[in-house]
């Protein structure tokens, strides 16, 4: 047989991408919440946005209308905030004996916002260091 060791998934040079785990302990397999963020940003604008949520129902699930609502739009607070709730709408979460639905429900809308404006912020950045080398050439 075979063991898979890795996956790699190649991003696109304009991505960013955030993780987040909630858990109890950081060595525990199992998240009560988990989300992942993929953003494409091109000129201050949402090209592409990809959000993944981990215990928001009985398996992992894209929060579609988020990434639709979000792609287009400058990646502001109040845009990100909105996404974030609409993923919380979109998703299914159940109890179990590690979280609540109601818990679940509440911290998707947290998670998600922070880790766009993460993936946003580190475009900024790498796009800042990139001007500033080409001008100092």
Known sequence: G???SGVEIPLAREASSAYTKLGPRRAMDIAVAGAAVVLTLDRGVVREAAFALGGAGPTPIRARSAEDYLT???PS??????AGKMAAA???PRTSARAGREYRLS???LRLPDLAERCAASRRYAMNLLNKRHFHW
């Not at 607070?77 to 909105?82: D, L, M, N, R, V």
């Open 107 to 109: 911290v998707i809308p």
């Open 72 to 74: 287009g739009r400058p």
């Open 2 to 4: 075979e063991v898979i």
């Open 90 to 92: 979109g998703s299914n």
């Open 77 to 82: 607070p109040e845009a990100i905030s909105q």
